[in-house]
């Protein structure tokens, strides 16, 4: 370990988080005093990513630990799921945290924005994991002697700030296309809702067994609109032969795509290569675990396939684009539970054929699903982008935070 944290720049010191911590333990039980509303760092709040939260102390029941502004949090229930939090500047009330936070305040050789993201580094993260006690994970907890044990980089203090100054404001950039990311989830949902159930033209409604929809269109069953075909058993025996077929399983098709990273090869005959050969324009909608859940296939590789928890939906004719669809199984089977089927892990729902097909769907014309499509896939568009964005913004932190601090590269090296 020692060697390790002492592969840094030659004006680097090495220090211990005890060394540096000088906040003494100290708890208090909240309920000796009712009244008081206390500034409470729990791990719900956290792990809802909220702010601390105001708590009056008849509220709190147990012993909690006295905190002082801009400590920093180790999660230790748990470690496996990171945890780190910086304890915010004083606000009038007193600030208490859950036990079951490591708290480190440093002295003035640290500053507490660098040692916030040195514990999410390398130097403190992946040696604190190993650092548990408890045979089931999920309570598993991080022995604190030991981790204020751990050896850390110290860098002269302006290289700290100056650190810290790059990784926030990564940091922000992320948490920007995260908020951008959520308002326009929740734009989307709000035109869903308009669109579904106003159209485009303002004409009348009419009530319908799927709610109310704009007077022009029809009402027509899945089977109407679709041929449905459901995929292929899966067996140990599908898989010995030569020419082995890519093909899709339930986990494969989310609400926001089909996902072909991950395809396992099971063999067809010739007979079932025709019956279960995906075209560009088919839906898949998943017969079980989370019911109802569709995408559209795009034709993203060129031979593939699906296994029997999926049904085929292929387009009898041309009066239903195939995305109108995808788009309206999202609306009625995630955001509003028309048809009331749902399935979770514990109360696993079922839908068969015999069920799926005299499910009603509203059909506007041809022109009017076009006009939809244009604003929903827009909004799709946006959120992809903005998606990509963050993924970018993410892969660039966790190099950074290496980098930085390893001292492999300095921020005066940083373009």
């Given at each position: 370990m020692s060697e390790e944290v002492l592969e840094i720049p030659l004006d680097w010191e090495v220090i211990t988080l005890g060394e540096l911590n000088t906040l003494k333990s100290r708890t208090l039980l909240p309920e000796s005093f009712p009244e008081e509303i206390f500034e409470y760092y729990s791990i719900p709040d956290y792990q809802n990513g909220e702010l601390p939260g105001r708590v009056p102390g008849k509220s709190i029941a147990s012993a909690k630990l006295v905190l002082k502004p801009r400590s920093v949090l180790f999660g230790k229930l748990n470690p496996r799921v990171e945890k780190v939090w910086r304890v915010g500047p004083q606000s009038g009330l007193r600030q208490i945290g859950s036990t079951e936070w490591i708290p480190v305040l440093p002295d003035d050789r640290m500053d507490p924005d660098f040692l916030f993201f040195l514990q999410w580094s390398d130097h403190v993260m992946p040696k604190a994991k190993t650092m548990v006690s408890g045979s089931t994970p999920s309570r598993q907890r991080v022995d604190p002697t030991s981790f204020y044990k751990i050896r850390v980089p110290l860098p002269p203090l302006p290289e700290q700030r100056r650190i810290a100054h790059v990784l926030s404001t990564v940091q922000e950039a992320i948490a920007?296309?995260?908020?951008?990311?959520?308002?326009?989830?929740?734009l989307?949902?709000?035109l869903m809702q308009k669109l579904f159930t106003e159209g485009l033209r303002g004409e009348p409604l009419k009530e319908t067994e799927i709610g109310m929809v704009p007077e022009s269109w029809g009402i027509v069953s899945v089977g109407q609109l679709f041929y449905t075909q459901l995929g292929k058993m899966l067996s140990p025996k599908a898989r010995t032969g030569s020419e082995p077929k890519p093909y899709l399983r339930n986990k494969n098709v989310q609400w926001d795509g089909i996902d072909t990273d991950d395809l396992y090869l099971m063999d067809f005959d010739d007979r079932e290569m025709e019956k279960f050969r995906l075209e560009p324009g088919d839906l898949l909608v998943?017969?079980?675990?989370?019911?109802?859940?569709?995408?559209?296939?795009?034709?993203?590789?060129e031979e593939c396939y699906y296994q029997k928890a999926l049904h085929r939906l292929r387009p009898r004719d041309g009066s239903i684009r195939p995305a109108f669809m995808a788009y309206w199984m999202r609306?009625?089977?995630?955001?509003?539970?028309?048809?009331?089927?749902?399935?979770?892990r514990t109360t696993i729902?079922?839908?068969?054929?015999?069920?799926?097909?005299?499910?009603?769907?509203?059909?506007?014309?041809?022109?009017?699903?076009?006009?939809?499509l244009a604003v929903l896939e827009g909004t799709d568009e946006k959120l992809d982008h903005t998606r990509h964005k963050l993924i970018a913004l993410q892969a660039l932190f966790r190099t950074l935070l290496h980098e930085l601090m390893t001292g492999k590269v300095s921020v005066g090296e940083m373009n």
């Open positions: 920007q296309q995260e908020k951008l990311i959520r308002t326009t989830t929740e989307k949902q709000a998943c017969e079980g675990g989370e019911v109802g859940r569709t995408a559209l296939w795009r034709g993203a590789i609306y009625a089977f995630q955001m509003h539970n028309i048809y009331g089927v749902t399935g979770t729902a079922h839908l068969p054929e015999i069920k799926l097909t005299p499910l009603t769907v509203p059909l506007p014309s041809i022109e009017e699903q076009d006009k939809m």
